[in-house]
């Protein structure tokens, strides 16, 4: 099965920015996805790459400020988060998709902190 690491998450203050990168174990993907997880909330999903084609999709939310991108040399996924809100406060996570519904195992998640 294959496995996602993410990593790159911090404490950072409003406004800033951060880059999340995704490593999937493997060579062979369709769609990859990055999801969050708000402390009480449920998982949302944020933005969503086809790693043949390059097609993405955001949720409406994240619009206009992440960017969800890939590297074929790296076989990695990354999200970039601008003007971070206090609100992204989330634990990050990737995952393969259809769609939007997650297909393998969860991983560890990186967490992201914005303080006001």
């Known amino acids: 099965q294959v496995q996602l690491v993410e990593s790159g998450g911090g404490l950072v203050q409003a406004g800033g920015s951060l880059r999340l990168p995704c490593a999937p174990s493997g060579r062979t993907f369709n769609t990859i996805a990055w999801f969050r997880q708000a402390p009480g909330g449920e998982r949302e999903f944020v933005a969503a790459i086809n790693w043949s084609g390059g097609s993405t999709n955001y949720a409406d939310s994240v619009k206009g400020r992440f960017t969800i991108s890939r590297d074929d040399a790296k076989n990695a996924v990354y999200l970039q988060i601008h003007s971070l809100k206090p609100e992204d406060t989330a634990v990050y996570y990737c995952?393969?998709?259809?769609?939007?519904?997650?297909?393998?195992?969860w991983g560890q998640g990186t967490q992201v902190t914005v303080s006001s």
């Open positions: 995952n393969l998709v259809a769609g939007t519904t997650p297909l393998v195992s």
